[in-house]
């Protein structure tokens, strides 16, 4: 069982918006800021938000995060389908002294 | 243009090594963190091991005691020394940095675990 928890799969048709919701506890999420990862594969993965609600220059204002106590949130509007891969949050976790992905969400556009 | 460039992989025997190399350009090699991060086949992303500026290093329990991460930023490289290699240590293996969170990421390096 991931120290982060992802749904495995979401999916919304194009115009849509969709949450992908990343769980986590009091060691990880609860103290440490969040990043997330798209991934579609056969490519390098892409960062869409660090620190939590931090867009990367180039990354569309569609996609926003944000963090509440234990847990995280990816919010993706106006669904279009190469918005269709994987997508992973990831924190530091102390207890472990390591980095800690999500099991990921495959997100389908239909 | 940033540029991280893994090799390195291969087809290895279980109990097997091989060195994992990830050449950086375009950015101050010295002043950033370094990080491995795999995908298995059909799985999810799995960090490995990062290296800090500093040389501090850090390891995933999967692979800690197994593994080793080095950086020689005269040559703006880092390694991953992988040994005792095991089936499931099969998976595409991704260079990967940034200063707040992993902007640059490599192609990937496969590695094969198999008798």
Not at chain 1, 38 to 59: E, F, K, M, N, Y
Not at chain 2, 3 to 12: D, N
Not at chain 2, 93 to 110: M, N, R, V
Request: proline share 4%.
């Amino acid at each position: 069982q991931s120290v982060l928890t992802q749904p495995p799969s979401a999916s919304g048709t194009p115009g849509q918006g969709v949450t992908i919701s990343c769980s986590g506890d009091s060691t990880s999420i609860g103290i440490h800021h969040v990043n997330w990862y798209q991934h579609i594969p056969g490519t390098a993965p892409r960062l869409l938000i660090h620190t939590s609600d931090q867009r990367p220059s180039g990354v569309p204002d569609r996609f926003s995060g944000s963090r509440s106590g234990t847990s995280a949130s990816l919010a993706i509007t106006g669904l279009r389908s190469e918005d269709e891969g994987d997508y992973y949050c990831t924190t530091w976790v102390g207890r472990l002294s390591a980095w800690v992905f999500g099991g990921g969400t495959r997100l389908t556009v239909l | 243009e940033v540029q991280l460039v893994e090799s390195g992989g291969g087809l290895v025997q279980p109990g097997g090594s091989l060195r994992l190399s990830c050449a950086a350009s375009g950015f101050t090699f010295s002043s950033y963190d370094m990080h491995w991060v795999r995908q298995p086949t059909g799985k999810g992303l799995e960090w490995v091991s990062g290296i800090t500026t500093g040389g501090v290093t850090f390891y995933s329990g999967s692979v800690r005691g197994r593994f080793t991460i080095s950086r020689e930023n005269a040559k703006n490289s880092f390694y991953l020394q992988v040994n005792s290699l095991r089936a499931e240590d099969t998976a595409v293996y991704f260079c990967a940095t940034g200063l707040a969170g992993w902007d640059y990421w490599g192609q990937g390096t496969p590695v094969t675990v198999s008798s």
